[in-house]
């Protein structure tokens, strides 16, 4: 085969092993968006199919030579009604269908383990619960719903990850969330898909799904210490939340343990449920979420503390389940400096 | 296809009567109108009325446009392609609105 | 927009009538070259209403999230200076109108009059914003420029049922100034061109322009200046008059 | 391929082009730059938006080119990021936009309504100029070392994170915006009061329906474009804190008034394009368009549908779940008009005596092209697909598909179809047949190879993209290579017609709009006298009862 440019050779060769129509599947969504993919796909070839038979058949048939006299037809209420209907109905199909697929996509249920994720240009930070820190990369479990709870700490980026078929937006000041279950080991590509500015395309990291073995000794391996409620909760006393939120009836905030979840009443009457995002958002802007029965008196905690760390004190009062930590650290009015001394201790109030 | 007759060709049907000439006094009563509506909702602002401070506050400022509309900007007399084009605009400003809030009071808690 | 519109609009005329000057050559009669001028105005109108709809949109939406920031917000803004442009703008609507009425009944000494009389409640009208900006400007209420929230974290003298605002949403007054300067940006600047354009038809008026049958133009710029007069009385109760009673 | 042509020169040796018409009734540099002629216009807005077509072109190519490797070697990310906003800027704002309504709607329009001209020349000359100073201030920024938002202009980033020309960018876009509010400003006048006596609504070609349509468009959407790009420029230079979420504002704010104009730009692109089509297919078949008032109504359908959906670019943004239920159900909605106009363009062809010219063939592209372009907008506008599909290279085929190959294959169908009226000369047809052959095989190989890339996965305004997708991206490189062709090889035969190309008469296609039935080029007030309307559109019957009178009084 040397007769063929070296260029051009691999080139060919890239084209044959390189050859690919889809993505892996390897998500539990995939396979469905595929089949709705494959249905749009026949929807399509039938349409333009049928387009290009009439203009090729008419142009056969009536060109000049065969007919040289046009005959003048007005139109017909019958076949604009059939072709209204018919896209419309498929239209229709198409749309239902979609919206069944996205709501799975975006409600994630509600046994899924959660992995934060924090964008910033140009890089991607991925924070495990367990207080593993990966750097444009994700190692998750299979056979496992995994939950990704995303903000950004700048502009507007997109977390792609092709094979799973999944994406969402990642947004300044909010947090967007998306899930997944993966189905296959293996390496997949992991994508910013919002221009973000200057290193956009370089925005890419790898998604390693494993097995759930392969996993636990990933995350023993590569843990940093502390596990993210553990940061939080040195967070929580070092900013002085225990002093109001310490549970007790007297107290000035209201009480945190096994608030997220629920749902709570607001001053203005609404009800809200309690999520990470709205965790999130009272610690930054406590007045547009005041907690009916409490004074108005939280300050905020704006410019005070990172992404990271609001992660980290959203992540420690999601698993708050008693007081009995908070308040010992009132009764001693002990600021923990230190990190929590017996990890076991740690773990009586965090669940799993 | 019917052959329209010469006269259906030539057919001009004035879309605007000749100039309608609004007199003086009625720009009068509603520059007298239009002022007693300011000092209204001016005055209604420090009165506690809930939430229907704002719409009495909207309501009036509506009321002041339309009177302009209709009589300082002529639309009462004039043809009703400008009457069109006029609710046409505010049609388009309140599907902006609308569409908007279908995103605005649905999102998971109020705000973002 | 919708497809009455089309269905009802009958073919123009094109009778022959005797050619008058200012009559362009692609126009069959004076009578539709009036009409098309005049639709064109309107339709222009139809784009200044999306152009204020969009920050209509974004007032509406933040005022909905921000309430109390935007009631601190408003309070700061003196009530005498809108209220009394609000007046002063009514009046020039006023006059404007006259004007027009004087242009139709060709009356050149009464139409200089209320044109003059426009241009300076026009300006007056400037006058007393550029003086509130000024304010605005001393009482460090400029956001991006020149902000500090100070005064929305203790009680505003003028309003003592009013509880400073917290940090948080003090901050968010911001909003409330990005966009109070925003929408009264735009609206000076209309007013800017309003009052240049109406110094030139002054001129041209004075000169005996519109007083001989012709008036479209005056007429047009009548339309101009009313809806200008428009967005103004929906700013003032958006801007000044929330929650006054507090 | 047919040899049969309708065509009809008049004995090239004896014709001349006419004495007096709108080219050579002044001369010089200012009775063109001072014009208030439409058809004069048109040529100024034809020129100028070749060349910043292309500009944009070059852009396309580097773009392209950069592709060609995995790595971002030709040029780097920072350059590549400024190239592709600057191909985005200047291709929806500069051409696309204005492309088919300012250049043939603006020579046509008038002619086709029986008028002598817009209602308002010199506000149709006041949109060229600013037009061209919209060019300047786009060109200032790339000049001046470029800007890299994107067109899209996306806060926070275009606010607060990028060091480049986006002031100037914006600016420039804002107006342009307004040279195309001036346009269809006009157009919207225009149909409404000049029409001839006896045209009324439903003898109108559907041209003039679908620029009406387009118009609308036109007029209510860019002003709220126009506001965004100010409170952005706003944002950026002063700081004032609508879109930005330090300050409370909220970005999605930004996307929700963005798109609002954004996607009814859309339809202002490709609306003009159907008009074009409509004319095209229906000369060439020599028959009435079949369902004349779907048709219309279909262009009116589309514009007022377009306002309803903007939000379907935003569902992977954080809008609310409930709120992209409703506009993915309205995006649904608004697909079908396109589909109702397609199934008539085809049905028009039933029947008809049909001939191939080269407006036909890129009719026949579009129709093709537009199909698939329309049904992978079905895809995108699906919920579920969405979310996979969008923010890459599937997005960026599929709007290639509906912008370049719907509306970049109508103009120049519209430019061979009104060459002849607007120079008196006739394109050299074996060549244009080619530019057309190539242009559509260089486009499907361009874009086609895209929707695979997007479905792999491979993200838009990449600079550099894993080894495994450059097959793809080869192919597409190889086929821009044979598109750039196709776009040349118009822009070198039309400029040898316009002195060599043969006479070509009032009406060579034999078509039946009035401004068939003027002399090519036409007089500057386009009729001797104003021509009294009694035939609908599209009625051969009529033209041949007229063309036998005119032999009969003639010879």
């Given at each position: 085969m040397h007769f063929i440019s070296p260029v051009l050779w691999q080139f060919l060769v890239n084209w044959l092993t390189h050859f690919a129509l889809?993505?892996?599947?390897?998500?539990?969504?995939?396979?469905?968006?595929?089949?709705?993919?494959?249905?749009?796909?026949?929807?399509?070839?039938?349409?333009?199919?049928?387009?290009?038979?009439?203009?090729?058949?008419?142009?056969?048939?009536?060109?000049?030579?065969?007919?040289?006299?046009?005959?003048?037809?007005?139109?017909?209420?019958?076949?604009?009604?059939?072709?209204?209907?018919?896209?419309?109905?498929?239209?229709?199909?198409?749309?239902?269908?979609?919206?069944?697929l996205y709501f799975r996509i975006y409600n994630p249920p509600t046994n899924a383990m959660n992995i934060y994720i924090v964008g910033k240009q140009w890089m991607w930070k991925a924070e495990h619960p367990g207080g593993q820190h990966e750097i444009d990369a994700l190692h998750v479990p299979i056979n496992r719903p995994v939950q990704l709870t995303m903000i950004s700490q700048d502009v507007f980026h997109s977390f792609s990850i092709p094979a799973f078929r999944v994406k969402r937006e990642v947004i300044p000041g909010r947090y967007s969330t998306v899930w997944f279950e993966a189905t296959k080991t293996g390496t997949y590509h992991l994508f910013c898909t919002q221009y973000c500015g200057t290193l956009h395309s370089q925005m890419i990291g790898e998604v390693v799904a494993m097995t759930p073995e392969d996993y636990e000794r990933w995350t023993a391996g590569s843990t940093s210490g502390s596990s993210l409620a553990q940061n939080g909760e040195r967070l929580f006393a070092s900013l002085g939340c225990a002093s109001c939120h310490s549970g007790n009836a007297d107290a000035h905030g209201p009480n945190l343990a096994q608030a997220y979840g629920s749902k709570l009443q607001m001053a203005n009457g609404s009800f809200v449920t309690v999520d990470d995002a709205f965790l999130r958002d009272t610690i930054l802007n406590p007045t547009m979420h005041q907690v009916a029965g409490y004074a108005p008196i939280m300050p905020t905690y704006q410019g005070q503390i990172s992404e990271e760390g609001l992660i980290d004190i959203v992540e420690y009062i999601k698993n708050l389940n008693s007081n009995y930590r908070v308040q010992q650290t009132l009764n001693t009015s002990q600021v923990q400096t230190t990190a929590p001394a017996a990890p076991s201790a740690g773990q009586g109030m965090v669940k799993q | 296809m019917s052959e329209p007759t010469q006269h259906e060709v030539l057919d001009t049907e004035p879309t605007h009567h000749a100039t309608h000439i609004v007199s003086p006094k009625v720009y009068g009563v509603i520059f007298a109108s239009l002022l007693f509506f300011t000092g209204l909702t001016v005055a209604a602002s420090y009165l506690e009325l809930g939430v229907f401070n704002a719409i009495v506050a909207i309501a009036i400022a509506c009321i002041k446009a339309v009177l302009v509309i209709l009589f300082f900007m002529h639309v009462k007399y004039s043809s009703r392609l400008t009457k069109l084009t006029v609710a046409a605009g505010f049609f388009t400003f309140f599907v902006l609105i609308t569409m908007s809030l279908t995103d605005y009071i649905s999102r998971a808690w109020g705000l973002w | 927009m919708d497809s009455q519109a089309i269905a009802t609009q009958p073919a123009h005329g094109q009778e022959e009538h005797g050619h008058p000057p200012y009559l362009r050559h692609h126009f069959a009669t004076v009578e539709q070259q009036r009409e098309t001028a005049s639709f064109g105005m309107w339709l222009f109108l139809l784009t200044e209403i999306m152009f204020f709809g969009g920050m209509f949109t974004a007032y509406m939406i933040y005022r909905n999230w921000y309430y109390p920031a935007f009631v601190a917000g408003s309070h700061q803004l003196k009530i005498w200076a809108g209220t009394m442009n609000t007046a002063v703008l009514i009046c020039s609507s006023f006059t404007m109108a006259m004007g027009v009425h004087a242009a139709e009944i060709r009356k050149r000494s009464a139409l200089l009059r209320w044109l003059t009389l426009t241009i300076l409640l026009g300006t007056v009208f400037l006058g007393i914003k550029a003086y509130e900006w000024h304010d605005e400007w001393v009482h460090h209420h400029v956001p991006g420029l020149n902000f500090s929230i100070s005064d929305f974290t203790h009680v505003d003298p003028h309003y003592l049922a009013d509880k400073p605002l917290p940090p948080d949403m003090a901050e968010k007054t911001q909003v409330y100034f990005s966009l109070y300067f925003a929408m009264t940006g735009m609206h000076a600047l209309h007013m800017i061109i309003g009052v240049s354009i109406l110094l030139i038809l002054l001129v041209k008026a004075w000169g005996g322009a519109y007083t001989t049958g012709h008036m479209t133009t005056i007429e047009n710029f009548g339309l101009y200046w009313h809806f200008v007069d428009i967005v103004w009385i929906f700013l003032f109760p958006l801007l000044y008059l929330i929650s006054r009673h507090q | 391929m047919s040899t049969a042509t309708i065509v009809k020169l008049p004995p090239q040796e004896t014709a001349r082009l006419p004495k007096r018409s709108y080219l050579n009734n002044e001369y010089g540099l200012m009775s063109w730059l001072l014009t208030g002629d439409h058809k004069r216009i048109a040529i100024l807005y034809l020129i100028s938006i070749t060349f910043f077509f292309f500009i944009g072109g070059a852009m396309a190519g580097l773009i392209r080119l950069e592709l060609l490797t995995p790595q971002s070697d030709l040029m780097a990310a920072d350059t590549y990021n400024k190239v592709f906003s600057m191909h985005g800027i200047i291709m929806v704002f500069l051409f696309l936009v204005p492309s088919v309504p300012a250049t043939i709607g603006n020579f046509v329009l008038p002619i086709m309504v029986g008028a002598k001209d817009l209602a308002f020349p010199k506000i149709n000359l006041l949109s060229w100029y600013l037009y061209i100073f919209a060019g300047c201030f786009t060109l200032a920024a790339l000049v001046l070392g470029g800007v890299d938002t994107g067109w899209t202009f996306t806060t926070p980033l275009s606010t607060h994170y990028l060091n480049t020309h986006v002031i100037t960018a914006g600016i420039g876009v804002f107006i342009a915006g307004f040279s195309s509010i001036f346009t269809g400003l006009n157009f919207i006048v225009t149909v409404h009061r000049m029409r001839a006596p006896g045209m009324t609504w439903f003898r109108l070609p559907l041209f003039v329906w679908s620029h009406y349509a387009a118009s609308i468009l036109m007029v209510l959407g860019t002003p709220v474009l126009a506001i965004t790009l100010v409170l952005v420029i706003l944002e950026r230079a002063i700081g004032i804190g609508v879109f930005d979420p330090t300050k409370g504002g909220d970005p999605l704010l930004f996307q929700h008034l963005f798109w609002f104009y954004s996607h009814p730009a859309v339809y202002i692109m490709i609306l003009p394009g159907m008009g074009v089509i409509s004319e095209v297919i229906s000369t060439f078949s020599r028959k009435r368009v079949f369902g004349y008032t779907a048709v219309a109504f279909s262009s009116v359908a589309i514009a007022v549908f377009g306002f309803f959906v903007w939000a379907h670019h935003m569902f992977i943004m954080g809008v609310s779940n409930y709120s992209a239920l409703v506009f993915s159900l309205l995006t649904m909605l608004v697909a079908v008009p396109s589909a109702i106009k397609i199934?008539?363009?085809?049905?028009?062809?039933?029947?008809?005596?049909?001939?191939?010219?080269?407006?036909?063939?890129?009719?026949?592209?579009?129709?093709?092209?537009?199909?698939?372009?329309?049904?992978?907008?079905?895809?995108?506008?699906?919920?579920?697909?969405?979310?996979?599909?969008?923010?890459?290279?599937?997005?960026?085929?599929?709007?290639?598909?509906?912008?370049?190959?719907?509306?970049?294959?109508?103009?120049?169908?519209?430019?061979?179809?009104?060459?002849?009226?607007?120079?008196?000369?006739?394109?050299?047809?074996?060549?244009?047949?080619?530019?057309?052959?190539?242009?559509?095989?260089?486009?499907?190989?361009?874009?086609?190879?895209?929707?695979?890339?997007?479905?792999?996965?491979?993200?838009?305004?990449?600079?550099?993209?894993?080894?495994?997708?450059?097959?793809?991206?080869?192919?597409?490189?190889?086929?821009?290579?044979?598109?750039?062709?196709?776009?040349?090889?118009?822009?070198?035969?039309?400029?040898?017609?316009?002195?060599?190309?043969?006479?070509?008469?009032?009406?060579?296609?034999?078509?039946?709009?009035l401004e068939w039935q003027i002399q090519s080029p036409p007089l500057t007030e386009n009729f001797v006298e104003t021509p009294i309307v009694d035939h609908e559109a599209y009625d051969y019957e009529w033209l041949a009862h007229k063309t036998q009178h005119e032999v009969q009084t003639v010879g």
């Open positions: 889809f993505p892996p599947e390897a998500s539990g969504i995939a396979p469905d968006t595929d089949a709705l993919y494959f249905f749009l796909v026949l929807i399509s070839v039938v349409g333009l199919g049928v387009v290009a038979l009439l203009v090729v058949l008419f142009s056969v048939l009536y060109r000049q030579e065969r007919n040289p006299e046009a005959t003048q037809i007005e139109g017909s209420t019958l076949l604009e009604a059939t072709w209204t209907i018919i896209p419309l109905a498929l239209f229709m199909v198409t749309f239902v269908w979609g919206a069944l | - | - | 199934f008539n363009w085809a049905a028009t062809l039933y029947k008809g005596s049909i001939t191939f010219e080269t407006p036909m063939l890129y009719a026949f592209g579009f129709m093709g092209l537009f199909t698939i372009g329309g049904l992978t907008g079905v895809f995108l506008g699906s919920l579920g697909m969405d979310i996979h599909l969008t923010e890459t290279y599937f997005i960026v085929a599929h709007f290639h598909f509906v912008m370049v190959g719907g509306m970049l294959m109508a103009y120049l169908a519209g430019i061979h179809f009104w060459w002849p009226k607007m120079t008196g000369r006739m394109y050299p047809e074996a060549l244009s047949k080619l530019a057309a052959l190539v242009t559509f095989i260089g486009f499907n190989l361009t874009f086609f190879p895209q929707f695979v890339l997007g479905y792999l996965g491979m993200p838009r305004r990449y600079a550099a993209y894993p080894p495994e997708f450059q097959v793809l991206n080869v192919l597409s490189t190889a086929g821009a290579t044979v598109l750039g062709i196709g776009y040349l090889l118009p822009m070198l035969y039309m400029t040898w017609s316009l002195k060599y190309g043969k006479i070509a008469g009032s009406n060579p296609w034999q078509a039946t709009g």
